[in-house]
């Protein structure tokens, strides 16, 4: 098939002056090199397109793909993620990954987390603060955990997120509305165990990778996965595959939520444990980060003993066959990603 990729360039927003966390969850030069291996590897013809804009130009100019494989963040507003696949939706082009609609309410933290909640699944109590004004009604009681509403990888996590004191809250929240320019999400904190359960497919047809419980070491921040623990997560942090009760029960609740949110074909739902050792939902990224040694998704499956191409051909399998049974075959007309 010919496949077009669309992605954010880490190396691009950098070069215009964006700093590093602006940036921290655009893709790095190697992510798209070692995609587009794994792609041609798999028999395909990928071609590069790039970002919002690039797809854009190309569109107009008549470019067209069997199928785009897309892991385009977006940079800007809490509709970021769903630009890309509402584009590519306004000329029938198929894509990986979920649409527009599950990717805006999924970047919504909050709005995620009222969906999970009315579908009878555990997650902490939450309150969003949008002004200033509102820190005060607020009506939860520490310890807190406080991060911006609308942000991935750990943007905006830090030391202090975890908040113990009322009176540490304001000063927390009135950085986070000031730097971020967005709401932020205040939750009461769960002290437990915390994993990550990747998925695949849609629907009744998603199953679970595995679960990685995330281990924090000695140099790590405590408490949290935060910004920096992620960022330098070689000298700070270790993953476990995790097969005990708990992560059973963790494994149970993520892909319930990723059925109920209407996710597809493959990403990450994370998931604490509360004082009491219940699993809560935390956030689904239903677009996670696909570099073979540093994120998540690919960490994971590798412990679970499934290689990047092994990975990569699972979601275009996943992909062509949920496009197949609605009806809109991928152009190339192939029933598996794993050839041409």
Known sequence: MRIGMTYDLRSEYLAQGYSEEETAEFDRDDTVERL??????????????GNAQALVRALAAGQR???????????????????????????????T?????????????????????????????FAVIRTPAEIRDLDLACPLFAKPLSEGTGKGVT???????????????????????????????????????????????????????INLGRRADPGAYTYLNKEHFESRVTYSLARDGQAGAAEDLALAAWRGLGCLDAGRVDVRLDADGRPCFLEVNPLAGLHPE???????????????????????????????????????????????
């Open 36 to 49: 587009e291996a794994a792609l041609k590897a798999l028999g395909h013809a990928p071609e590069r397109i």
């Open 65 to 95: 793909w069997d199928l785009v494989f897309n892991i385009a963040e977006g940079l800007r507003g809490p509709g970021r993620e769903a630009l890309v696949p509402a584009l590519l939706d306004a000329y029938s082009i198929p894509y």
């Open 97 to 125: 990954f979920s649409g527009p609609l599950v990717m805006a309410l999924t970047l919504d933290k909050a709005a995620a987390k009222r969906v999970v909640r009315d579908l009878g699944l555990a997650t902490a109590d």
């Open 159 to 213: 030391r202090a997120s975890r908040i113990d004191r009322p009176k540490d809250l304001p000063a927390v929240c009135l950085e986070l509305l000031e730097r971020f320019g967005q709401p932020v999400l205040v939750e009461a904190y769960l002290p437990g165990r915390e994993f990550t359960v990747g998925v695949l497919g849609s629907g009744s047809s998603s199953r679970s990778v595995g679960v990685m419980e």
């Open 294 to 340: 540093h994120s998540d998704l690919p960490i994971l499956c590798t412990l679970a003993g499934m290689g990047f191409h092994e990975l990569m051909a699972e979601i275009l399998d996943c992909a062509i066959a949920r496009i197949d049974a609605a009806g809109g075959r991928a152009r190339g007309g192939h029933e598996s990603g794993r050839a041409a």
